[in-house]
Each structure stands twice: as C-alpha cells, then as structure tokens.
DNA sequence: CCATCTTTGTGCACGCGTTCACAAAGACAT
DNA sequence: ATGTCTTTGTGAACGCGTGCACAAAGATGG
C-alpha cells in the first residue's frame, strides 16, 4: 500500500491548509458511510454533496494530500479512506482523559464518536471525591490528585475540559505540566497556555448568541421587507445557508 | 461571512463582518467579567488580552459598531457591554427548545449559560414516551408528538438537536416546517434545510480529530528535529498555537 | 487505434480577514 | 491655552481561502 505516496509533495515542510484540515474529518465521516454501504468509488461532486461542501474545494482540498483519484472515475472510497485517517493521525491509538465529569463529561464519556475513531478514554477525572469509583460509561472516576499519574502512565497527549470556567484554567495548568500538549475546552473561559501547545474551544452560549445575531437581523430584514414586499413569495431569502452554495463559519476559535 | 451569502453582496447597508460577529460574545463575556468588578472603563489593549484576541482587531470590530470610545481613555465598559448586547440580539428573550435528552441534552438543558444571557429553554422534548413528564433541570420533557405545537405557541426561533445521527435530519425538517429558522445540531450529520435557515455545528469528534492532526504533526517534527537539532533550546515552537498571535480556526461549519 | 466522454487537478482571480502603522482625537497637566 | 501623552479609529498592504473554468488524464466504445 501506500504507492501513492510517490512523490511526497509538500506534506511536511509546507503543511496542508487549516481550513482543509478542518474539512478532513468530514470527508472521512462521508466516505465511511459509503464504505459501510460498500460502495467502491465516489465522484468529488457526490462526495462533495455527501459532505455539504463545493466539488471544487472538496477537490482541491484532496490536492493537498496528493493525487488519490483517477480521472474519468473518481475516488476509491476505501484508499481515500486510508489516506484521510493517516494524514489525521487516526491511525493510532490516542488516549484521552476527560476532567469534570459533570452533566457534560458524562454525555462525553458516553460519546460513540470518541472509540469509533482513534480516540480512547483512558480516565475520566473529577474533583469531587464522592465520585471517585463511580462508574460513568464503564469507567471509574477517579480523583483529580491522580491526574498527573494517569497522564504520564498513559502517556496521554489530549485532554478534554468539561469542568465549571472557574477550574478551568487551574485544570489546564495541570494537564500541560504533567505533559499535555492538545486541550479540548468546553469551559467558557479563555485558557492560558504556553507555547506548543493546542487549544479548542468548544462554547455553547457562543453558538447560540452568533444564532441569535442572525435570527435578529432575519427578523429586522422580514419586517423591512413586509412593508414592501407584502406577497408571501420570496419571503425566504435573506441570508439562506444551506450547504449547497456553502458557508464555512468559524465558530470555535483557538483560545 | 458566513452563510451562504450567495446574492446579497453586502449584507445590507448594516454589514458586521461574520467574524467580527463570532468575536462578539467573546468580548461580551470578557466585558461582563469587568462589569462585575465594576472596572469602569477599559482599553482596547486590555480588553483584547482578556479575550484572546489582537488589539487591532478588537477595534476594528468595534468600529463596524460604531465609535464607542473615548481617545486616550478606553471603553465605557458598561455601554459597551449593552452595545454589543442590543447588536447580538440578546436584549430580547430567545424561547429555545432542546431536542433528544440524553447526556447531552440534560448537560445543556442544565448549563447556565443559557439563561445567563438572553436564552430561555422554552421545552425540552425527547422521543422516548418513557421520559415524558421527568424534569430534567426542573424542566418536565416533553414527547416528541407535542413539538409542533410548543414551537407555534412560544414563537420558537431557535432549536438545538441533541438527538442520535439518524434521527436528527428528521427532528429537524419538522423544527423547520413548524417556523424554527435557527438550529444549533450537535448530531455528526450534514443537516439538509432550506434556504433561509440558519445551521450551526458542533462537532466533538471533528475538534478532536483536529487535535490529533495536529498532535501528530508536532510529534513528527519534534522527532524529525530531534535527529537534527539536539539541544533543548527552540524545541516547542512547531505551530504555536497560543493566544498572543492569536490564531482562530474554523472548526465548527455551517451545514 | 482513434474518438469521445467523464472527471480530476489546478492556475488564476477575487474577496474577506488580519495586521501594521499612523494620523486624529481627546484627556490632562501646566 | 497650549503642549504632551495616551489611545482610538482606520487606510492600506498582505495573505489565505474560495470558486471558476479549463486543460490534462484516463476510461470507454467503436
């Protein structure tokens, strides 16, 4: 395998686009559905629909990774497949320990999404004692003095936040100085972090305020609109957003 | 900008950049903080560092708002603050309803950030007759049956899908066909919905496969520049990533 | 073996977003 | 009032991401 792998075109040095590495994973969601559906090849423009993404940016994202298609055919779903979950690093086997397992921990502790990929919960940690034992998707909590061992036992590289804002930078801490190098925060705070290391936010309250930005301005446009335009045809057009002209939103940002 | 903004070039006479307006809740949030300190005003430069964000870009935002600023002195915090509420929308109340209970439903339907700001969790609603009357967060859960109905009645806007993936494509044409126009989907699946609907998406398993990109990549250059280079010095500083340059990424798309 | 048809891969242009750098504006002291 | 000092607001340059449009590549059929 890997013959494609001929002529390594900028895979390091040069790095491909964050943007396209945002779109990786769901490119790989699709291309696993059609891979359970056995089906062998794909067109950029089915995929591209599967996606909810343009067939031009879908191909020149590929682009990046190297020439995987055969023109006149498409793309072979399970080398495609292969290739995204390598250059994603999917391949191997990241342990991942989750701090605060409160409403939200838990719902992530149960996340399917989280083994079906290459993701293991090696702990789930938690301030409160009481917890400690406690089974929360068939695994004990444990206490959080024990995160330091965990970590360097497991050699665990990416943590999950999920604990009030307040602990949130305190737990952060910990996690980098015992050897973390990529945090995942769902805690509404801004994470300090030194130099190396990877930060996502994840901020409900976030989302819903950009939802809400937008649904005002449909409200404002609506009205303007009705005093002009009364008929009830063309009623629906005001910003749109399906994914067929597409719209990429930035909505979790590096913290 | 965001959504699919296919006509429409500039989004009305009224344009805020979508960026900007992602930026906003942050700077909400970082604001409020100093409220509650009663820190009276507030320079660009500070506020910016307790946001995560460039001071050039903080005012460059702010001034698609309007000049809210006093040369040689800062920002009135406490204007600014109901500013860029009124802008977000948030001074008005946001009936929102919660679909699919599970972990994550609960974990939302509990979180405090909801009500914080302007949000109001008008009904939770689950597919699972056997749930039906449980309070979840002091709210009783609805049966999926009674959906149109509540959303009619409390002028419902804004829908969160919390729901397993194959259900959520379904929970959503009927939030749509009953009037919702704004949908946050925590599901991992392309929502399909007409022009004039806002989608939003959190994806936990796409930021973590993100991270293990990037964990990966560091990883190997670590390797690579350890062949090379030795000596302990310039070892962490692959990709950076913290908050001083600031670097926002995509991660959450429109879908 | 040639013609035709399909689909990829990409050069190019365009527009958005970020950042720099500085003039303008106001506060404050004298 | 005048000068100095601070901080805003923004013009301009730059880089990145997107999408168009098309040539190249390969499949397919005669």
Redesign the interface.
Same mark, same amino acid.
């Given at each position: 395998m890997a013959t494609g792998r001929t002529h390594r075109p900028a895979t390091?040095s040069r790095?491909i686009p964050?943007?396209t590495?945002?779109?990786?994973?769901?490119y790989?969601?699709?291309l696993t559905a059609l891979s359970e559906r056995s089906v062998p090849t794909v067109s950029s423009e089915e995929l591209a629909a599967?996606?909810?993404v343009n067939s031009a940016k879908l191909r020149k994202d590929f682009s990046y990774l190297g020439s995987y298609g055969t023109r006149g055919v498409g793309y072979d779903v399970e080398y495609l497949v292969y290739q995204i979950s390598r250059?994603?690093?999917?391949t191997?086997d990241?342990p991942?320990v989750i701090v605060g397992i409160?409403?939200?921990g838990?719902?992530?502790a149960?996340?399917g999404?989280?083994a079906?990929?290459?993701?293991r919960v090696a702990a789930l940690i938690d301030a409160d004692a009481g917890m400690a034992g406690k089974p929360v998707a068939g695994i004990p909590v444990q206490h959080t003095d024990e995160l330091e061992k965990i970590i360097q036992d497991d050699g665990v590289?990416?943590g999950v936040i999920a604990t009030p804002a307040g602990a949130a930078q305190q737990v952060c801490d910990r996690l980098v100085a015992a050897g973390v190098?990529?945090?995942?925060n769902f805690a509404?705070t801004?994470l300090?972090?030194?130099?190396?290391? +990877?930060?996502?936010k994840? +901020?409900?309250?976030?989302?819903?305020?950009?939802?809400?930005?937008?649904?005002?301005?449909?409200a404002g446009?609506e009205a303007a609109a009705d005093t002009v335009v009364p008929p009830v045809a063309a009623?629906?057009?005001?910003?749109?957003? +399906?994914?067929?002209? +597409?719209?990429?939103?930035?909505?979790?940002?590096?913290?």
């Open positions: 390091r790095g964050e943007a590495v945002a779109r990786l994973p769901l790989l969601r699709a599967a996606a909810g250059e994603l690093g999917l191997q990241w991942v409160g409403n939200l838990a719902a992530l149960n996340y999404g989280f079906s990929r290459g993701f590289s990416i190098t990529s945090i995942l509404p801004v300090n972090v030194p130099e190396g290391v +990877d930060v996502r994840v +901020d409900l309250s976030i989302e819903l305020q950009i939802l809400a930005f937008h649904e005002q301005r449909k446009e009623r629906k057009q005001p910003h749109s957003t +399906d994914q067929g002209p +597409d719209g990429d939103v930035p909505a979790v940002m590096q913290a």
